[in-house]
């Protein structure tokens, strides 16, 4: 059983920054790839960062340059630097995790998190 707990949403002027976690938590061995979806209401969900075990990272054009995602494997955590933040960037943010693996050899192909919630407003 794999669980995600994320952490550090908030409300955050504009131009301010915010840090997210997500930790995975469960009989994990290893977790390919890691990262952050966003959606705004009436919105689909998107892509916000991604990095995999390698540390290779991809991100939405959107936020290139003003997040950085990065990972702990020790601790089987994801983060996301957010700054330079702007009304748009308002959403709930979900943690992902996709291809688990466990100490009993299974392996999982996607997990969610229950979403935290960034408002970006004066």
């Known amino acids: 059983q794999v669980q995600l707990v994320e952490s550090g949403g908030g409300l955050v002027q504009p131009g301010g920054s915010l840090r997210l976690s997500c930790a995975a938590s469960g009989s994990i061995f290893s977790i390919y790839a890691m990262g952050w979806y966003r959606q705004a209401p009436g919105k689909q969900r998107e892509l916000v960062a991604s990095i995999t075990g390698a540390g290779s990272t991809n991100y939405a054009d959107s936020v290139q340059g003003r997040f950085t995602i990065s990972r702990d494997n020790a601790k089987n955590t994801v983060y996301l630097q957010m700054n330079s933040l702007k009304p748009e960037d308002t959403a709930v943010y979900y943690c992902?995790?996709?291809?688990?693996?466990?100490?009993?050899?299974?392996?999982?192909?996607?997990?969610w998190g229950q979403g935290t919630q960034v408002t970006v407003s004066s």
């Open positions: 992902n995790v996709d291809n688990v693996r466990t100490y009993d050899n299974r392996w999982y192909s996607r997990y």
